[in-house]
């Protein structure tokens, strides 16, 4: 059984590095459901239901049923609180699994010595049931707490399986990737995937490097040009050299920062933690006082009353269910408006947000290309110059082709044969008899050609804020018309930023493998303020996570929103990661919270969530433990002379409506308000 033990939330252990260490939802799951069907009949066969509630569930053998499934509650349930325990005494941290330890020990002492005779104490009803309420408690924690370590998995999932690689002969050969060596060469094909990092000794493509660096552009890299493991060739075959493979890859790199700065994270001591330790103090001196007490008084039978009725009124049923049901109802709130909180220290940590940090790509903006701006040369419709360029673009899988073909609309691209690709360059096909060629600056220089002055204004206006900008030419050698192609903003990104403001947020950034004028722009859309919001342009993925950590060194408290891999380290870095739903698997898994609706205005309901979920925690926190304070005098007897005092039955009963206290003020959640529309 001890490969099952837990370091228990609540125990010193919880918020260190090995925190997930033995946490397993599905054994406590397994543990309640067992131990809840196994304590149904010993409550009904109890002396409770006889006495309070009713006929006494009475069959042949009835009395054997309190001991023998009390012991297995007690010993197979009990099983992970025992051992945490020990644990916390080990290592000098007394928490809440030894003050459930004790409990529970105490009531199965008692119950056995009154089995045999020696007390008249029906304790198994209670110890079943305590048993199984802390399992509970334990696998709602579970769940929500429960970091997903699947970030790693997810990024080698980037890598193909097989590769293609030539061999001396010219053949080409598939082999699985594990077979690779530094030397070898490999073909990719158009929109297959980067097996390993290299350098092209053969063709050009543009490769989609987003996933790495974070640039939403496809990057044009010819013969000579190194390439990483992971990225696409979108538009042209390439032969790869091999340089580096498996733990020697970029992306490799990107896995142990991401596997670093999960690590790092998540150190802060849980507040019931604080509760817990004072709580055990109190209930121990409390018992033991009691005993030397009633003991003094000559009464060595109610000093032991007493003492268990101490114990078992400070059992901790609200307190170890009063951040577990706030969790389990929070998440339910925040999945109903399409926020998924995987990390339950995210969702605490977002109440005090100083800085959140937006990606730009996928995250402000939608991710995909969009003609933002057209202009003509004089006697160019500016339908049919979009209807010859989807044409001659239609057969192209690059993102920018795709954007221009959407442009074209209804009236759809002009029929085109004899397409051909220009590596780095742009595309050539012929439409109604001429030949006609798309693409960028590249293409103007390499065919000689000057753009005319209107357009040379309006594609310098374009380029300054960072557009990405193709050209119309009719073969040989004249201009015909200009495409902004953006990367466009989305509507509710402006909403989002204000939102975070009217919350209290002091600084937004924005953090980009863009060129700084493209990230300029973004950000005067949106109405970043000079001087307050930040703006990072051109970063690589180590300097990503290096910002966060710079953000982090300045005394704030830093939420992270991406949606790449290049944004992975800087999500697990972050106090609170915030994933886009839409994007790839690592930043999800990353993070500890995602944004299913890819809606970045529910950054700001992660706000209200959590400052709400906290009131609720610190309100079950403090009833929990106040409870105790009144209870506690009263369990140990103070008022016993004025005929005052409490029964261990009865304790046991208060306990419980501490419980049902603290479950009913958390059912209050259910009042947030998280979507946008509401505000």
């Known amino acids: 059984m001890h490969a099952e033990s837990p370091h228990g939330p609540y125990g010193k252990h919880h918020g260190g590095h090995d925190k997930h260490a033995g946490h397993d939802p599905a054994m406590f799951r397994r543990r309640f459901w067992v131990c809840l069907v196994l304590t149904v009949p010993v409550v009904l066969t109890s002396h409770l239901v006889a006495d309070r509630l009713g006929p006494r569930w009475d069959v042949p053998g009835s009395s054997w049923v309190g001991p023998a499934l009390g012991s297995v509650v007690f010993w197979w349930g009990g099983w992970p609180f025992l051992v945490g325990a020990v644990r916390e005494v080990r290592d000098r941290a007394p928490g809440m699994m030894l003050l459930v330890a004790m409990a529970i ?24 049931a305590l048993v199984t309420i802390m399992l509970l408690g334990h ?26 690689r030539v061999a001396a002969d010219g053949r080409v050969e598939p082999v699985p990737v594990g077979a690779l060596r530094v030397g070898d060469v490999l073909l990719v094909r158009p929109g297959g995937r980067v097996p390993a990092d290299g350098v092209i000794v053969e063709g050009g493509a543009e490769l989609d490097e987003s996933m790495i660096t974070g640039e939403s552009r496809p990057v044009a890299r010819a013969a000579g040009g190194r390439v990483v493991a992971g990225t696409v060739a979108t538009d042209s075959a390439i032969r790869v050299r091999v340089e580096a493979l498996g733990e020697q890859t970029a992306l490799a790199g990107i ?61 901790p049923h609200a307190l170890g269910l009063a951040i577990p049901l706030v969790v389990a109802l929070s998440t339910a709130v925040a999945a109903r408006s399409g926020i998924l909180v995987k990390d339950r220290l995210a969702l605490e940590r977002m109440r005090t947000v100083g800085a959140v940090l937006f990606d730009k790509t996928g995250t402000l903006t939608r991710g995909e290309h969009t003609v933002s701006d057209v202009t003509v040369t004089l006697g160019m419709e500016r339908d049919e110059a979009l ?46 008899g001429t030949e006609y060629a798309v693409g960028g600056p590249a293409l103007l220089r390499e065919l000689g050609v000057s753009l005319p002055a209107d357009l040379e204004m309006a594609t310098g206006r374009w380029s300054a804020r960072g557009a990405a900008v193709l050209h119309l030419v009719r073969l040989p050698d004249r201009v015909l018309g200009a495409f902004a192609v953006t990367d466009e903003v989305r509507p509710e990104a402006r909403r989002a930023v204000d939102e975070l403001r009217a919350e209290g947020v002091p600084t937004i950034a924005m953090i980009t493998g863009d060129a700084r004028p493209v990230a300029e722009a973004v950000a005067a859309e949106l109405g970043f303020r000079p001087g307050v919001d930040e703006v990072f342009a051109e970063v690589l993925p180590v300097d990503k996570d290096g910002r966060v950590a ?20 800087a999500l697990a870095r972050a106090d609170v990661g915030i994933a886009i739903g ?87 959640l259910r009042r947030v308000r998280l979507d946008p529309e509401s505000d």
């Open 387 to 432: 209807r010859i360029a989807a044409g001659v673009e239609s057969d192209s899988e690059h993102p920018l082709a795709r954007a221009i073909v959407a442009a074209a609309g209804s009236a759809g691209p002009a029929p085109a044969h004899g397409f051909r690709s220009l590596p780095g360059r742009g595309v050539q096909a012929t439409v109604d």
């Open 255 to 315: 896995q142990r920062m991401v596997a670093e700065a999960q690590r790092s994270g998540g150190r802060a001591q849980l507040l019931a933690d604080r509760f817990a330790a004072a709580l055990f103090y109190l209930a121990t001196g409390t018992a033991v006082l009691t005993v030397l007490v009633w003991t003094a008084l000559g009464r060595t039978d109610e000093a032991v009353v007493r003492a268990v009725t101490v114990l078992v009124i400070a059992c």
């Open 105 to 128: 020990t105490v009531a199965y002492t008692a119950s056995l010595a009154t089995s045999v005779g020696a007390f008249d104490l029906d304790f198994w009803w209670e110890l079943a």
């Open 550 to 569: 710079d953000l982090q060194r300045r005394g704030l408290t830093v939420a992270m929103v991406g949606d790449g891999v290049n944004d992975a380290p």
């Open 582 to 668: 839409a994007g790839t698997d690592v930043a999800i898994e990353s993070a500890g919270v995602v944004l299913a609706s890819s809606d970045p205005r529910g950054v700001a309901a992660v706000v209200r969530l959590s400052r709400a979920s906290y009131r609720k925690m610190r309100q079950n926190l403090a009833w929990a433990a106040g409870y105790n304070v009144v209870a506690l005098p009263l369990a140990a007897g103070v008022l016993a002379w004025a005929g005052v005092a409490l029964s261990p039955a009865l304790a046991a009963v208060l306990m419980s409506a501490s419980t049902v206290v603290v479950a009913l003020n958390a059912q209050l």
């Open 139 to 164: 696998w709602q924690e579970m769940k929500a707490i429960g970091q997903a370590r699947g970030a790693l998995a997810a990024l080698a999932a980037l890598l193909p399986d097989e590769a293609e």
